[in-house]
């Protein structure tokens, strides 16, 4: 299985601040990366596939970067609604699997 | 509008069998692969295994191989993930999810089933 590690686990942050999470796979990817975003009790939402591509709907402050082994989720201007935990998955093989997540809450 | 409506919340005993339930609408169900994904107490997401209800292709990730069964009832646009014997270890909130028609990413959630298994 290709292993998907994200850093950090946890990261304080306030409102409009910019913050940026990574995911790194065991092996290149391409990219064929995913980004969900998670509540508590809630099932997860995507926001960003094929590394970048922003699912219809998500806002503009999201975005995704990177490609072979290494990307970014980076949300530009922190919202209320934005604390959550965040999870990336890569599709490139089957099992498809998913990193543990990158917690975001107030700081 | 996509959904996918899940069976209600189980407090089963270890040894007993369960099958829960994920059911589409608003789109073509026999045409989309859906994929099962579980999530320990506090801990991330795992793929189960996918299906596809056109014609029940099926494949499990390794690790669940053996240990639980999906299908399909494409006459009733549902899908199933059940156990013939449940273990304490199996106790977490279950996912279904439809895989995106063209690329192999999650865009729809069902809401969740919890599965307790608890002597």
């Known amino acids: 299985d290709i292993q998907m590690t994200q850093s950090p686990s946890t990261l304080s942050a306030s409102v409009g601040d910019r913050v940026s999470f990574t995911c790194r796979a065991g092996?290149?990817?391409?990219?064929?990366l995913a980004w969900y975003q998670q509540k508590p009790g809630k099932a997860p939402k995507l926001l960003i596939y094929k590394a970048s591509a922003l699912q219809s709907g998500v806002p503009s402050r999201f975005s995704g970067s990177g490609s072979g082994t290494e990307f970014t989720l980076t949300i530009t201007s922190l919202q209320p609604d934005d604390f959550a935990t965040y999870y990336c998955?890569?599709?490139?093989?089957?099992?498809?699997?998913f990193g543990h997540g990158t917690k975001v809450e107030v700081k | 509008e996509v959904q996918l409506e899940q069976s209600g919340a189980e407090v089963k005993k270890p040894g007993e069998s369960l099958k829960i339930s994920c059911q589409g609408s608003g789109y073509n169900f026999t045409t989309h692969w859906i994929a099962w994904v579980r999530q320990r107490p506090g801990e991330g997401l795992e793929l189960v295994g996918i299906t596809y209800p056109g014609d029940s292709d099926t494949r499990y990730s390794p690790s669940f191989q053996g240990q639980v069964t999906i299908s399909a009832d494409k006459s009733i646009g549902t899908a199933y993930l059940q156990w013939s014997s449940l273990k304490t270890s199996d106790t977490a909130m279950y996912f279904c999810?439809?895989?995106?028609?063209?690329?192999?990413?999650?865009?729809?959630w069902g809401q969740g089933t919890r599965v307790t298994v608890s002597s």
């Open positions: 999810a439809r895989r995106n028609p063209w690329d192999y990413f999650f865009d729809y």
């Open positions: 092996q290149s990817i391409s990219n064929w």
């Open positions: 998955q890569q599709y490139t093989k089957f099992p498809w699997t």
